[in-house]
């Protein structure tokens, strides 16, 4: 067990809707990292905050975006749902020191999404 | 686009057997980890080799990394059946001031009893 938790564990939204995912962190962590996992591929990274702010994004449009609190947990929002949005949402946490690159990330359990 | 590939995508051994797996990665890298992930749930990491390191064990693991090749291989000695997963080797690079982990497709790996 990482100590990274992610509610639901499953959810099956419609196309257009909305959906918001959440991630706790590991105690002592103070960043975290989104990415999707579509079924028999690897996981592909959305983005990163740290310090409550999103410091790095990968090929994700603007209608995934995300939010990260003081107590470090974060959630994923995703507008406009799209059938090839159906996939696993893993979160994972990491400790960064300011100027120095996190290493090794911890990862949650995952949220699995269908869209219909 | 993917940073690593795994290499074979699929392993199926019986158990007490060796389970090596392979990972190619593009660029220059300052390390390379492995992880596994169990029926589509979390993945969990096994270990990180740093790019001036050549081999690394951690148990039943031995990871090598070869710079010269950009290529890396997993060993699972002594397989036994809760092995079975999926193994992804991730690299990390920058994107923006983050550092993200960039993942293969993986190699499911199935340890028969």
């Known amino acids: 067990e990482t100590g990274v938790t992610q509610s639901p564990t499953h959810l099956i939204k419609t196309r257009g809707q909305q959906v918001t995912l959440r991630c706790s962190s590991q105690?002592?962590?103070?960043?975290v990292s989104w990415y999707q996992q579509a079924l028999g591929q690897g996981p592909q990274f959305i983005f990163q905050?740290?310090?409550?702010?999103?410091?790095g994004r990968g090929n994700f449009p603007p209608r995934f975006s995300g939010l990260q609190f003081p107590n470090y947990s974060s959630e994923l929002n995703v507008n406009a749902l799209e059938l090839d949005d159906s996939a696993l949402y893993l979160c994972?946490?990491?400790?960064?020191?300011?100027?120095?690159?996190?290493?090794?990330?911890?990862f949650g359990p995952g949220t699995r999404l269908l869209v219909l | 686009s993917q940073q690593g590939e795994e290499d074979p995508q699929a392993l199926s051994i019986q158990e007490g057997e060796n389970a090596t797996m392979n990972c190619s990665y593009k660029?220059?890298?300052?390390?390379l980890q492995w992880y596994r992930q169990n029926s589509g749930r979390g993945l969990v990491h096994l270990i990180l080799?740093?790019?001036?390191?050549r081999e690394k064990h951690s148990g039943r693991l031995r990871v090598t990394l070869d710079t010269s090749k950009k290529s890396s291989s997993l060993l699972i000695t002594a397989s036994r059946a809760a092995d079975t997963a999926s193994y992804f080797c991730?690299?990390?690079?920058?994107?923006?001031?983050?550092?993200?982990?960039?993942f293969g497709s993986g190699t499911q790996l199935t340890v028969l009893p």
């Open positions: 080799i740093r790019s001036n390191e």
């Open positions: 105690s002592g962590h103070n960043t």
């Open positions: 660029t220059s890298i300052n390390n």
């Open positions: 905050y740290y310090r409550e702010e999103e410091n």
């Open positions: 994972a946490s990491s400790f960064k020191k300011s100027g120095s690159s996190q290493e090794t990330q911890y």
């Open positions: 991730a690299t990390p690079i920058s994107s923006g001031s983050a550092r993200q982990l960039t």
